[in-house]
């Protein structure tokens, strides 16, 4: 077997960071005074150590290699987890995306995207998440630069059948080859495997991500990927085999139809990781009762979300393009980010809060949302 300076020097991790996507800051007013009047309260002393025991207290618990102390989190204590990340979400995200690529064992070259926080303050779970098919990682920074802000490392696949194209009027689109290899398990594991290797970008702080808590995520034909990795799938398939046991949670968006008469099922008889579905109102798949899957219906037009994210292509192709919808995708990250909260931070009370979106009337939203648990 080979040691990890051996692995690390024959899969050389390459990295470049895109420049219109380098530094994101909040449009929102609340999240500008994270990264603007926090240096300031810190220099007058209104929100030192001295100022308040029990923060020093807690800081000489904490190594400060391990832990910082996130001025989001302070400026917004107090209000509901949920409005706090929809209202971030719904501007430009704070977070940074690069993409790599490194070599697997098998010689196949796997690309991905990577978002983290534009600051680092606490240990960071990892997600990985699988696009849908012949989608790039790129084609989800809303939604990944979202889940990154609130928290997380996140490592984006890329479909090696994805080809980017430019259109006539100058925009990107992504074409799928189908004679292209498919994404598979094994080279979703693999970047799982090499977390600490992506994780290198973040320089001192790279020992901030956390490979122990592990989350999936996943869009369209991906969403079953990440169902798979994490022991739950289609009636018709053996998903026991194909869980990966450190995977803790699984957020899946818009997952491709069944066929009629299957159901979702979790394959893993000791309950397994959590898993939540969102989509648009009566497209989701259904769930074998007792199964203890989670179902958000969202009150969104299309699955891509009027191609916000995934490939715009396919909105192309059906004529007239269709209405943006970031409010409604906002929605969908708020619900994973309080879902990852519970399921890989262990926060118990985003439990509550996520169970208590069935009926909730959110501003922007034409309807209410409806959750439901098999």
């Not at 994490?230 to 990966?244: L, P, Q, Y």
């Not at 803790?248 to 009629?260: D, I, T």
């Not at 008469?261 to 074998?288: M, S």
């Amino acid at each position: 077997m080979k040691d990890d300076a051996t692995l690390s020097q024959e899969n050389p991790l390459n990295t470049r960071e895109t420049g219109h996507n380098a530094t994101r800051c909040s449009l929102r007013r609340r999240d500008m005074m994270g990264g603007l009047v926090w240096p300031s309260l810190c220099a007058t002393g209104l929100f030192s150590a001295a100022a308040s025991p029990a923060l020093a207290q807690a800081k000489s618990k904490a190594p400060p290699a391990e832990r910082g102390i996130n001025p989001l989190t302070w400026l917004n204590r107090g209000r509901d987890s949920f409005d706090t990340v929809y209202e971030a979400s719904t501007g430009v995200v704070a977070a940074r995306m690069r993409d790599f690529s490194i070599r697997a064992p098998d010689g196949n070259l796997c690309q991905a995207r990577i978002a983290y926080p534009v600051t680092v303050f606490d240990r960071m779970p990892l997600i990985l998440f699988c696009p849908d098919a012949g989608c790039k990682g790129a084609m989800y920074d809303p939604l990944i630069g979202a889940l990154a802000a609130s928290g997380y490392f996140v490592i984006a696949l890329d479909d090696p059948r994805a080809v980017s194209l430019k259109a006539s009027d100058g925009s990107t689109l992504v074409a799928s080859l189908p004679d292209q290899r498919r994404p598979s398990l094994a080279e979703a594991r693999f970047l799982i495997d090499m977390s600490s290797e992506a994780a290198q970008i973040l320089g001192p702080r790279a020992n901030r991500v956390d490979a122990s808590r592990v989350g999936v995520a996943g869009h369209g034909e991906g969403a079953w990927m990440a169902l798979s990795l994490a022991g739950w799938g289609s009636s018709e398939s053996d998903v026991a085999i194909t869980r990966d046991g450190r995977v803790m949670a699984a957020f899946v968006l818009a997952p491709s139809a069944l066929e009629a008469n299957r159901r979702i099922v979790n394959g893993v008889a000791e309950g397994g990781a959590l898993a939540l579905l969102a989509g648009p109102k009566g497209t989701l798949p259904q769930a074998l009762p007792g199964s203890g899957l989670i179902a958000l219906g969202l009150p969104a037009r299309s699955a891509t979300f009027g191609g916000l994210i995934g490939n715009p292509a396919v909105e192309r192709r059906k004529g007239a393009r269709q209405v943006i919808e970031p409010k409604p995708l906002a929605a969908a990250v708020a619900a994973a980010s309080i879902f990852f909260d519970w399921g890989l931070k262990r926060q118990g009370d985003r439990k509550r809060t996520l169970l208590g979106l069935n009926g909730r009337v959110v501003e922007g939203l034409s309807q209410p949302l409806q959750l439901s648990r098999a």
